[in-house]
Nanobody, 119 residues
Framework: QVQVVDSGGGLVQAGGSLRLSCAAS????????MGWFRQAPGKEREFVAR????????YYADSVKGRFTISRDNAKNTVSLQMNSLKPEDTAVYYC????????????WGQGTQVTVSS
């Protein structure tokens, strides 16, 4: 199983940028597609982006397409999410997890990282 530590969140004004990082443990990290999810207050956790195990294929939720970019470094066991042109509606706790399609592979989650976008 892959265990993760999410980081990089913060407070930013609308239009700004943040880069999130996910440090994963486990020798099988590079075998799994990885993804980012987010959960806003009072809402269910939702899919944001995913990347294939080699990093050659990516997929995004419509709400972030063109603004967010997911990447990975299998040598360092990390997955990143570059977020540009942030909007107040991007405010949420962001989590990474191994994925199967647009769903999390594991029921367990890291601590997440808070992203707050002010208008």
């Amino acid at each position: 199983q892959v265990q993760v530590v999410d980081s990089g969140g913060g407070l930013v004004q609308a239009g700004g940028s943040l880069r999130l990082s996910c440090a994963a443990s486990g020798r099988t990290f590079s075998s799994y597609a990885m993804g980012w999810f987010r959960q806003a207050p009072g809402k269910e956790r939702e899919f944001v982006a995913r990347i294939s195990w080699r990093g050659g294929s990516t997929y995004y939720a419509d709400s972030v397409k063109g603004r967010f970019t997911i990447s990975r470094d299998n040598a360092k066991n990390t997955v990143s999410l570059q977020m540009n042109s942030l909007k107040p509606e991007d405010t949420a706790v962001y989590y990474c997890n191994a994925v199967i399609g647009e769903r999390p592979r594991y029921d367990s989650w890291g601590q997440g990282t808070q992203v707050t976008v002010s208008s």
